[in-house]
């Protein structure tokens, strides 16, 4: 499987942008990159998905560079409610119904 | 709440016991995964289902550890002659029919603690 590499943590204001960057330069054709997050003492929730192009649903956007060897997750106005680790996830197209492999991710934490 | 749900939310024993967790997936789901995670990791993949069947399961289960779905609705995982690395908490995830994106879902875990 692919490698993704996120900083180990970043800050950001109350009712900001944040960008959360992702970097998988291994990324295969087939590869879909996730996000999931994980807010304190609950378990890892869905955020969004892409395969080659911006994607935005009501949580958040995911832009993909155009060689896709690297993807930011935006939230569009940081609440303290998004203060959570962030993890970037690459699955292959055809093991869609397969395991998550986690790394790290990126802890946020969000000032009032 | 028609969530994914685990039972216990916490588990205090001691080395050598057994313990065992269920995990309740959403409604017709038919893939139902379990999870390890130690404090300061993302979680660790250990095994998951379609429906009854026990579709992969990763190094990290060792013997001592087994896991059911023996309808193919509600898991069991349980850990034999537990251990102090043992400690950890255990997600339980399950999604739908197989799609693109293919959305997991997680329980709020059960946290085990092994004196």
């Known amino acids: 499987d692919a490698k993704t590499t996120q900083p180990n943590s970043m800050e950001s204001n109350e009712e900001e942008p944040v960008h959360l960057p992702c970097n998988h330069s291994t990324i295969s054709g087939t590869d879909y990159i996730h996000w999931y997050r994980q807010l304190p003492s609950q378990g890892p929730e869905y955020v969004i998905h892409?395969?080659?192009s911006n994607v935005n649903n009501r949580m958040a956007s995911l832009a993909i560079a155009e060689d896709r060897k690297s993807s930011t997750l935006i939230l569009h106005r940081a609440t303290l409610r998004d203060a959570a680790v962030y993890y970037c996830?690459?699955?292959?197209?055809?093991?869609?119904?397969?395991?998550?492999?986690f790394g790290q991710g990126t802890e946020l934490s969000v000032k009032p | 709440d028609t969530g994914v749900s685990q039972d216990p939310r916490h588990k205090i024993t001691k080395r050598g016991q057994n313990v065992t967790f269920r995990c309740d997936p959403i409604?017709?789901?038919?893939?139902l995964y379990w999870y390890r995670q130690t404090l300061g990791q993302g979680p660790e993949f250990l095994t998951y289902?379609?429906?009854?069947?026990?579709?992969?399961k990763s190094r990290l289960l060792s013997d001592r550890f087994s896991a059911e779905r023996p309808k193919g609705s509600f898991s069991t995982l349980e850990i034999q002659r537990t251990e102090q690395g043992d400690s950890a908490m255990y997600l339980c995830?399950?999604?739908?029919?197989?799609?693109?994106?293919?959305?997991?879902?997680f329980g709020p875990g059960t946290r085990l603690t092994v004196l």
């Open positions: 892409g395969l080659t």
């Open positions: 289902f379609q429906n009854e069947a026990q579709l992969e």
């Open positions: 409604s017709e789901h038919n893939r």
């Open positions: 995830a399950s999604s739908p029919k197989v799609r693109v994106g293919n959305e997991q879902f």
């Open positions: 996830i690459l699955r292959v197209s055809y093991n869609q119904g397969g395991k998550l492999i």
